[in-house]
């Protein structure tokens, strides 16, 4: 299989060269800003850019590949890479983390938010931790423009809890374009890159997929969901984080929305144009998904969903099999919040223990998740490899165990 | 967990590598160190002798933040170096950012061959911010104003601080007598957003002929008098640098304004069809100058603006419009919004100082038709 697959993309690779230089035209690297972040099997990065509307695709194929794959740690990150930049650390902002697959090399994406302007930067932590500046320009790399990207002038309208008036807090959001959300997240699979975003000047939740190497291809349909928490049918709000799995006997994507729908859509549904309802099969109780990463556990697929409110979820990709699908029909009317009797509902898997914050995750190697932590008490920013399987430092624990006097009366 | 290298002694690592960078000369002597500026984007070290370029981050790095918080267990900033006969230089990979300070951290051989460390902290000066403020200019520019003028706009090279305006301000006669109740004084003064210009006030109480300062204290300017507006030394900018230089800005009043503008008035000078002419007016009084870049609009004959630079001359009696691009059009629109207000504060629909019960002209703007020549 292996084999033939190389004999096919030998020509495609060749042919989409070609087609790139007339279609991107430029030679120049003009990357304004790195957000989103996605390597593909072999090793190559993909970094959305919502101010050029585009995304890079940066080869990194040919990074070295260490014997093992060991934990990286560094204290204080965000101090270090202002360091890198020359900047103070409030003047650096953290866009997305992902790990080379090969190399285990890690890749942050960054603003650097100088005097008069911001630019965009990623900066790679090696095996050993050092740091450096992603020297960019030296490398290959294609660009692809976005087709039906949203309008870049529409901002975010601020809102109150309730019926009370949005605070100072609040209407700080109102500053914000919506176009930031055009490039959400981004998955590489079987030679397709899919995007999640809002797309069109109205703003819908869609997704993209588009063949790499590119070739001037691209799909966009727009997404739907019953969003059970909020009892209403949904067209903007983007899908936050995703997963390309096989479920039901078909690869599909799960999509894990703000407040907190867990949906499906199979790929075979992402036409060009079309509108697709994706099926909401569970809601595991509020918060925005950050993150979800896919990693195996004692033989089983599962998947780690971070939330900027809630510790980490837990999900085994068995149990969305044969998953009830929700829709207004199996709900009382009104919103449900966390402690109505229905929530949370589906196949939710289980909130694990996490020390800290992730801001953004991802596996490292085979047993390793790599994340950028904020740390509870101190408030500092560390990057932390841990065992998937307990991705935790003891740190900030006290516990039995912590006593010598615990293991003098073992002995 | 982590895989660990042996560490090799700095002291070591720093003496090989600076022997290596000298080749030959065993070691080095005396170097000179230019620190970057406005004009000058990176460090630049300059040698007796030719510097190889291998590893001349060994030789010397730079760091984010000050010296005192330099350089153990930080990260050197990223950047490129560069050899250039005997110079070495690093260009930081993003420009350095003026204010930020910075540490240059040298490792060299002394006489006897012991690797030395030196710091140099430096930043670049945001020079704007860092001048002294000056006064750039005052309107109304004329040296004759009407006597019943009521604003004027002192603008300034700098941010500068608010709440000291009264005692910066003064305006005084020929005598050198200085009124202290000329000017309106506001618990809140006004200030244009970036605070580089203040727009002062004559107290209207004292222009409006038959009310309490009026009767009481009398006009402030006085036909064929001349008086001066002076700004004193030390009016602190925003970052605390004082004023120097003083300013002072003398005229004369003149007759008062107690007209209805009226664009009748106005001579109009047409640009021809296909040329690049600006479209001129010329007006009988002085005109406010902040409210004439914005109150007198062009369109074209679809109501769409004509996109153009418009600059005021002659003492705000002059407006000239040029056209970003040639006049394609026979007709043209002008739009002159009815609030454009002459110095005296009258504008088209309402004199400052009426009388009670006067009818006031309720229209938005006067607009004139002009036809294009044809060139």
Request: glycine share 6%; hydrophobic share 40%.
């Amino acid at each position: 299989m292996r084999y033939l697959k190389n004999v096919v993309l030998l020509p495609l690779t060749l042919s989409s060269c070609l087609a790139t230089a007339t279609l991107a035209n430029a030679a120049e690297l003009d990357l304004k800003f790195a957000g989103s972040l996605e390597f593909s099997d072999t090793g190559t990065l993909f970094v959305g850019d919502n101010y050029n509307g585009a995304i890079y695709a940066f080869d990194m194929t040919a990074a070295d590949v260490p014997e093992s794959i060991m934990p990286v740690n560094v204290a204080d990150i965000d101090v270090k890479i202002a360091d890198i930049l020359g900047v103070s650390p409030s003047a650096v902002a953290i866009n997305d983390l992902a790990a080379h697959p090969i190399s285990g090399e890690i890749f942050i994406s960054v603003t650097r938010i100088g005097n008069f302007e911001s630019a965009p930067a990623i900066i790679k932590i090696q095996q050993d931790g050092k740091l450096a500046l992603t020297d960019l320009g030296s490398l290959p790399f294609q660009k692809q423009s976005l087709n039906n990207f949203p309008d870049q002038d529409t901002t975010f309208r601020p809102r109150g809890v309730g019926k009370n008036p949005p605070l100072p807090r609040d209407l700080a959001k109102g500053n914000i374009k919506l176009s930031s959300l055009a490039i959400m997240d981004m998955e590489f699979y079987e030679g397709e890159l899919f995007v999640s975003g809002v797309a069109y000047d109205n703003f819908l939740s869609s997704l993209r997929r588009i063949p790499y190497p590119f070739n001037g291809e691209q799909s966009a349909a727009s997404v739907e969901i019953y969003h059970l928490s909020h009892d209403q049918y949904e067209t903007r709000a983007p899908i936050r984080a995703m997963s390309i799995q096989d479920i039901d006997g078909k690869p599909q994507l799960i999509a894990a929305y703000t407040c907190s729908p867990i949906a499906l859509i199979a790929l075979d549904e992402i036409v060009d144009g079309e509108k697709i309802t994706a099926r909401a099969i569970s809601d595991y109780g509020n918060g925005q998904p950050l993150d979800m990463v896919s990693y195996s556990m004692q033989g089983q697929e599962m998947l780690f969903i971070t939330n900027n409110s809630r510790s980490p979820q837990v999900i085994p990709v068995d149990s969305m099999n044969n998953a009830k699908v929700y829709t207004e029909a199996d709900l009382p009317r009104g919103g449900q919040m966390d402690m109505s009797p229905q929530m949370p509902i589906g196949p939710v898997g289980k909130t694990v223990m996490f020390d800290g914050m992730s801001l953004h995750i991802d596996a490292l190697g085979e047993n390793l998740f790599v994340s950028l932590t904020r740390d509870m008490y101190s408030g500092s920013l560390n990057m932390d490899s841990n065992p998937s399987m307990f991705p935790n430092r003891f740190y900030n624990l006290v516990a039995e165990y912590d006593f010598p006097q615990y293991y003098e009366d073992k002995k | 967990m982590s895989r660990k290298t042996q560490p090799v002694p700095l002291a070591l690592q720093l003496f090989g590598c600076v022997f290596f960078l000298f080749g030959s000369t065993a070691y080095a002597s005396d170097y000179q160190l230019l620190l970057p500026n406005n004009d000058r984007p990176h460090v630049e070290l300059e040698f007796e002798n030719r510097p190889t370029n291998s590893h001349p981050e060994k030789l010397f790095k730079l760091f984010t933040g000050p010296a005192s918080n330099c350089c153990e267990g930080r990260t050197a900033m990223a950047g490129r170096y560069d050899t250039h006969e005997t110079k070495l230089t690093f260009t930081p990979a993003f420009a350095f950012e003026k204010a930020q300070i910075y540490t240059i951290s040298i490792n060299y051989p002394n006489s006897q061959g012991e690797v030395i460390q030196e710091l140099t902290e430096f930043f670049i000066p945001d020079v704007e911010a860092f001048s002294a403020p000056k006064v750039i200019g005052i309107y109304p520019s004329g040296s004759a104003i009407p006597e019943n003028t009521l604003r004027f706009y002192i603008y300034f090279s700098t941010p500068m601080q608010p709440h000291v305006s009264s005692r910066h301000i003064k305006l005084v006669d020929a005598a050198g007598q200085v009124d202290d109740a000329a000017f309106m004084s506001f618990k809140q003064e006004l200030w244009s957003e970036d605070r580089k210009r203040l727009t002062l006030l004559m107290d209207p109480g004292r222009i409006k002929r038959g009310v309490a300062q009026n009767l009481s204290m009398g006009p402030a300017l006085a036909q064929s008098y001349t008086y001066t507006i002076l700004i004193n030394d030390g009016w602190p900018s925003a970052r605390g640098e004082p004023l120097t230089g003083g300013f002072g800005k003398t005229f004369t009043a003149s007759q008062a304004l107690r007209t209805l503008p009226d664009t009748k008035t106005w001579e109009t000078r047409v640009p021809g069809q296909n040329t690049n002419n600006p479209l001129v007016f010329v007006f009988d009084r002085p005109f406010d100058y902040e409210l004439l870049k914005s109150a007198i609009t062009v369109l074209d004959e679809n109501g769409q603006p004509v996109n153009g630079d418009i600059s005021i001359r002659d003492d705000e009696h002059t407006w000239i419009f040029t056209p970003e691009y040639r006049w394609h059009q026979e007709r043209i629109t002008v739009r002159v919004d009815s609030h454009l207000e002459d110095v005296a504060g009258n504008n088209f629909r309402d004199l400052l100082d009426h009388a009670m019960g006067t009818q006031l002209n309720s229209s938005e703007a006067i607009v004139l038709e002009l036809s294009l020549t044809d060139e």
